[in-house]
């Protein structure tokens, strides 16, 4: 079952094209994300040691359920990947990150003497800090990076006697695990202090996208669900035709694609299930500039607490609601300016540092009126904000979303029929 799994994982992985000559000699490489998040955090990361001149069937996300998982039972399945990573690269040693409560996972994988020497080095982006090292895996083959202004981690982050530290100073929570400064420091780090070299890339016109569709925080597959693809006139959110351009079953592990996306152009990504309950959500992106093999698309888990409050979502005939989601970095107050339809969405008491912003929901909160205040509900989710802001149903005109200056707009459609939600890169 598992080697099945990794099949197709690594069919996911290799639907993407090399912009630099890569080596094949190179470790391979396995992520594992944080809480609440998924492989597509380290998206951006991937791709820049791709232009660097490693091989895309070198680089491996390991998704796991951080909302109601079982912790020996992620051990295993972590254990059980890395073996099938080993196996199928022929490599005897792979290098380890982990970012966040992924840290956790990866810090613990290395307390087994048989399990660490399957890991040459480790990486801990914005995790615990630890206190002692073990005699089969010194502290001078770990990495650790971490931030002065990552509200998240905060004091319980920071250096590690013996291992090679970075301070980021400024970077926020999430920016640990994306940032350049953090994939400069990996790189050299893992390549005997050598600098990135980025590869000569070929020109092209279009770009090879593909991902997985899975509920959030669960990482389960979305089950019974199809991935409708259409172009978008950038000025007003709309299909451009009725017929999509792609229509993708998601397979049993939620895996969807390769779709072949045009540069500078506008999609929507429909998600839609069969499954009662779930609710059918769009995704709207900037034009894609280069291949991704981490586009994810997240479905609505049920039954735990993050399904209990995207219940409380709304279902009218008359409004639309929003999500505005930063797959970066964290909104935040004083640094990042995010409006929809020109009501400030991040401010001191919507999006404070300390809250870490990564998604923001907009809807009205029941009574038609926008205050701009923050939804309740949301209050005390980790990662997650909302606002009530009343977004009727306007066939005439869209939604226009502002992020640091760049520009979605999303067309008005009934919440009963679609949520609509925003990526920013």
């Not at 999430?174 to 400069?184: G, I, L, P, Q």
């Not at 500078?264 to 959500?281: A, G, P, V």
């Not at 291949?291 to 209990?308: A, E």
């Amino acid at each position: 079952m598992m080697k099945k799994l990794f099949l197709l994982i690594l069919f996911c992985c290799t639907a993407i094209v090399n912009y630099a000559q890569c080596d094949s000699m190179k470790r391979p490489i396995v992520f594992i994300h944080g809480f609440l998040a998924s492989g597509d955090t380290y998206a951006g990361q991937i791709q820049r040691f791709i232009n660097t001149g490693y091989c895309a069937d070198q680089l491996f996300v390991f998704d796991w359920n951080s909302v109601s998982g079982n912790g020996k039972k992620t051990d295993s399945l972590l254990s059980a990947f890395i073996n099938n990573v080993l196996s199928h690269t022929g490599a005897k040693q792979i290098d380890l990150v982990g970012h966040s409560a992924g840290g956790g996972l990866g810090r613990g994988y290395l307390i087994d003497s048989i399990s660490a020497d399957k890991v040459a080095h480790y990486i801990h982006l914005g995790s615990r800090k630890w206190f002692y090292e073990f005699n089969w895996f010194k502290n001078n083959r770990c990495l650790n990076i971490y931030s002065a202004g990552d509200k998240v981690i905060g004091t319980i982050g920071g250096n590690v006697e013996g291992a090679v530290n970075l301070d980021l100073k400024d970077k926020d929570h999430y920016e640990v695990a994306t940032s350049e400064e953090t994939f400069e420091a990996m790189y050299k780090f893992l390549n005997e202090g050598n600098l990135p070299v980025k590869g000569k890339s070929k020109k092209v016109t279009s770009v090879q996208i593909s991902g997985k569709a899975v509920l959030l925080g669960d990482n389960e597959p979305v089950l019974n669900g199809l991935v409708n693809i259409y172009r978008l006139n950038a000025k007003t959110g709309t299909r451009l035709s009725l017929k999509p351009d792609a229509i993708f079953t998601i397979n049993e592990k939620g895996h969807w694609g390769a779709f072949t996306a045009t540069k500078k152009t506008y999609y929507e990504f429909e998600l839609t299930t069969d499954e009662k309950s779930q609710r059918t959500i769009s995704y709207f992106f900037e034009p894609f500039t280069q291949s991704n093999r981490y586009v994810y698309l997240r479905g609505f888990p049920q039954g735990n607490m993050i399904g209990m409050m995207l219940g409380s979502l709304p279902a009218k005939d008359d409004q639309s609601a929003i999500v505005v989601y930063s797959a970066n970095k964290a909104m935040i107050a004083g640094r990042d300016s995010v409006t929809v339809n020109g009501i400030p969405v991040s401010s001191v008491t919507l999006t404070p540092a300390n809250k870490t912003i990564i998604s923001s929901f907009i809807f009205d909160d029941g009574d038609g009126k926008t205050t701009g205040k923050g939804l309740k509900q949301f209050s005390a989710a980790p990662f997650i904000g909302g606002v009530d802001i009343s977004l009727p149903v306007n066939k005439k005109s869209g939604n226009t979303i502002y992020f640091n200056g760049r520009k979605l707009v999303l067309p008005s459609a009934p919440s009963k029929e679609r949520i609509l939600l925003a990526v920013f890169n």
